[in-house]
């Protein structure tokens, strides 16, 4: 019997995928675990390996074409049992496109095996390589032609080409410095956004396999969870203070910049351990409550948004906060995550205040039931003890599940989150 190969879910709330690139032919050999196709969702681009070892008898699903998760797309025939009878014909397989025939005095071409493999990864003397490997480079100003190849036929795989990208990143070259003014968090500022250039009045641009995904993601939350937003001010002082007093020996010991996020991301914490209705999830009629603290960070990419998850963030310090958020944001933005590193999300923190937002009203990242939005840190007139005095301030706002959190409680969480930043108490080394 063939094994089935499905497209995987690659988040909770993913429900299909787009393969952008088959890696095989049918006809090939395939090993257990090795790169057999290339998908994009609104979440991750990633390499998916190969669920067994044998010949990959059948192609099911073409290039470019968004089949929904679990979906067989192709299957692999153990090699003892794929004998000439068993195998499919080209005509079995999945049609390929019309190819124009060759010019006079050209080479011939090789024969059809009706796989969808491009025929430009076949010529020789040029660097075989993925999409994603060739993105990766092209963003990172890798020349492939100087990496060494370590897949099948010299191939430069993602794991080849990821040394020569993760010292000068754009995500490192991108981290904040120290306040004063507020710096960005390693986790927001985006890829710059390429110049559009019209040819006439209008220019149409088809949204993209992640763009469609997010729109459909977020009109499908809309529609489940009863929306509703509270907002508080917050000072952050101490947290200030800290940064300004902390950053330059911070960077020394730990080897990374002292953001904000990371205190965002405590404070939640602190504030999910008292309240766990912020921390759960709606089934039907059940709420169903979730032992772990899973704080999805959301990193803004020149192609839309993405969300990587901290696991277990309510059993780390603050050092290992800072460090997750910032290993989430870099490999983010070099399309590095994995597939558990975009699911299981509990709550989410999204800032656009790095952008000079003040406040927002995000949509709720299902299946969860709130968000929490930083607005901009910025020094404003205050009143304290009856004096007009300067403050560095910031807007919180937490959009939550009307269904299942009551204002009071929303309150509530939001005035602990409020009570730790503004009294902030604890070590960062």
């Known amino acids: 019997m063939p094994t089935k190969v499905v497209m995987p879910q690659m988040g909770e709330s993913i429900a299909e995928g787009t393969i952008t690139k088959w890696l095989k032919k049918v006809g090939d050999r395939v090993e257990q675990d090795e790169p057999l196709f290339e998908i994009t969702t609104d979440k991750v681009d990633a390499d998916i390996p190969s669920p067994a ?8 699903v073409r290039e470019n074409e968004t089949v929904a998760v679990n979906s067989v797309v192709a299957e692999i025939l153990a090699e003892g049992e794929a004998t000439e009878a068993e195998k499919p014909s080209t005509a079995e397989a999945v049609p390929t496109l019309p190819v124009s025939p060759p010019a006079v005095g050209a080479p011939s071409a090789p024969a ?24 990766i480079a092209r963003d990172h100003g890798v020349d492939l032609n100087q990496v060494k190849g370590t897949g099948l036929g010299g191939r430069v ?18 981290a904040p410095a120290p306040p004063s003014p507020p710096a960005p968090s390693a986790a927001s500022v985006p890829a710059e956004t390429p110049a559009l250039v019209f040819t006439g009045p209008t220019h149409v641009v088809p949204m993209t396999p992640m763009r469609r995904q997010i729109a459909e993601h977020m009109v499908a939350s809309r529609t ?4 509703v937003v509270t907002a ?3 000072e952050m002082t101490k947290v200030v203070e800290v940064i300004t007093r902390r950053a330059e020996e911070f960077e020394r010991r730990n080897g990374l910049k002292l953001t904000y996020t990371p205190f965002f991301v405590r404070a939640a914490v602190r504030a999910i351990r008292q309240f766990p209705i912020i921390n759960s999830s709606v089934d039907g009629t059940n709420i169903v409550y979730k032992r772990d603290i899973n704080i999805g960070i959301a990193v803004a990419l020149e192609t839309g948004l993405i969300v990587p998850v901290i696991k277990h963030a309510d059993e780390k310090d603050f050092l290992g906060i800072a460090r997750a958020v910032q290993d989430c ?23 656009p205040g790095v952008f000079g937002s003040l406040f927002g009203t995000p949509i709720i990242n299902q299946p969860q039931v709130a968000i929490l939005c930083v607005g901009a840190i910025e020094k404003r007139p205050v009143v304290r003890q009856d004096a007009i005095v300067i403050r560095p301030m910031v807007y919180l706002t937490l959009s939550f599940d009307h269904r299942i959190i009551d204002g009071s409680v929303a309150d509530q969480f939001m005035r602990e989150v409020k009570q730790v930043l503004e009294n902030w108490d604890e070590p960062v080394m």
Request: net charge positive.
């Open 224 to 227: 489940a969870s009863a929306h």
């Open 112 to 135: 059809a095996t009706g796989g969808l493999e491009s025929p430009r990864a076949e010529v020789r003397g040029k660097v075989r390589s993925s999409p994603l490997v060739r993105r």
């Open 232 to 234: 508080f001010e917050v």
């Open 329 to 351: 944001a870099e490999r983010a933005r070099s399309k590095r995550l994995s597939v558990d590193e975009v699911q299981g999300g509990t709550f989410t923190i999204t800032n």
């Open 157 to 174: 795989s993602k794991q080849d080409v990821l040394p020569h990208v993760a010292p000068t990143g754009p995500a490192t070259a991108a």
């Open 53 to 60: 070892a044998g010949i990959l008898v059948k192609i099911l």
